[in-house]
């Protein structure tokens, strides 16, 4: 009998090779996670499924398709992942993207042993308010964020970590720059994090953020500075001394956001931090 099964390699080579003609930026990576989630299995298990059906073949290119029009792959697949844990995304809400996975490193690092205290600015789907909270259940976790359809993600995610078991976090819809913003916490604050829109209005970016992310999840006027001006006076306010700020910035803000921090006379320790690739990330400061 002949089989209509077909090799997943070449599925995978097929796909791979749209992606690269779409001009998407990991074709490969990208045509393996969208088989891996056709399938039901982790990336690593691909190779240990050498024959796969034809409506397998059928609902993979389905999804090359989209992605091939550069709907972001997460969309696609519904989720994206920092630590431990992986958030619900769709429409409306910012993708968590890599990069701030060392935002979140740096930040589990300077924490006390002591139950700390934190707020996640810009929280959008909540990603780094509750990875957080999941890697220190003893942690207090505020999380802000103004837009309300990201806030309804953040909410569901909140929901399904809350009911895995993870220490619950205080969502609050609220503007990073409103002086008023969580005022009982000043000066008790161990942590500030913020991972905030960044990108100089006017900037060329890629579809899938131009196009699927939310305008003010990425621009933030002429410089790319108008909601980090603000971070940077809450974070002044709310810091506890020796509590620390870290906020993720554009490649290009690699001397104005240290900048930014030093100019505060309560801050004092300002470090700036690059990503993998050598690029200006983030950059931190601790309260004197
Ligand atoms: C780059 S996204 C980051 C979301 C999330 N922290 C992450 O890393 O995936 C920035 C978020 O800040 C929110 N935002 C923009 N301006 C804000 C403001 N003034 N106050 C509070 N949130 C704001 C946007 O709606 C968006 O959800």
């Given at each position: 009998m002949i089989s209509s099964r077909q090799p997943l390699r070449l599925a995978i080579l097929e796909a791979e090779r749209m992606l690269s003609a779409a001009g998407v930026d990991s074709p490969r990576v990208d045509a393996e996670l969208l088989a891996a989630h056709v399938l039901g299995v982790?990336?690593?298990?691909?190779?240990?499924?050498p024959l796969v059906d034809p409506p397998v073949i059928e609902a993979l290119h389905k999804l090359v398709r989209r992605r091939a029009l550069r709907e972001p792959l997460q969309h696609i697949t519904g989720w994206s992942a920092m630590g431990a844990i992986s958030v619900s995304v769709g429409p409306g809400v910012f993708v968590p993207r890599p990069e701030t996975e060392l935002l979140f490193e740096w930040a589990l690092s300077v924490l006390?042993?002591?139950?700390p205290v934190i707020i996640d600015l810009c929280t959008g789907s909540g990603v780094l308010a509750l990875s957080l909270a999941n890697a220190r259940p003893d942690a207090r976790v505020y999380a802000v964020e103004r837009s309300s359809s990201a806030l309804s993600w953040a909410r569901r995610n909140a929901d399904e970590r809350r009911a895995a078991g993870d220490t619950p976090i205080s969502l609050l819809s609220g503007?990073?720059?409103?002086?008023?913003?969580?005022?009982?916490l000043d000066g008790s604050v161990d942590l500030v994090v913020c991972n905030p829109p960044y990108v100089p209005e006017g900037t060329d970016v890629q579809p899938e953020v131009?196009?699927?992310?939310p305008h003010e999840a990425v621009f933030s006027g002429a410089d790319g500075l108008d909601v980090i001006r603000c971070v940077v006076s809450a974070a002044a306010r709310w810091l506890r001394p020796g509590g620390y700020v870290g906020i993720e910035h554009d490649d290009t803000h690699g001397s104005s956001v240290p900048s930014l921090l030093a100019a505060?006379?309560?801050?004092?320790?300002v470090q700036g931090h690059k990503d993998l690739a050598g690029r200006p990330r983030f950059a931190t400061a601790r309260k004197a």
């Open positions: 982790e990336r690593g298990r691909l190779p240990l499924i006390p042993d002591a139950p503007d990073a720059c409103d002086p008023t913003l969580l005022s009982d131009g196009v699927h992310d505060r006379r309560v801050l004092t320790d």
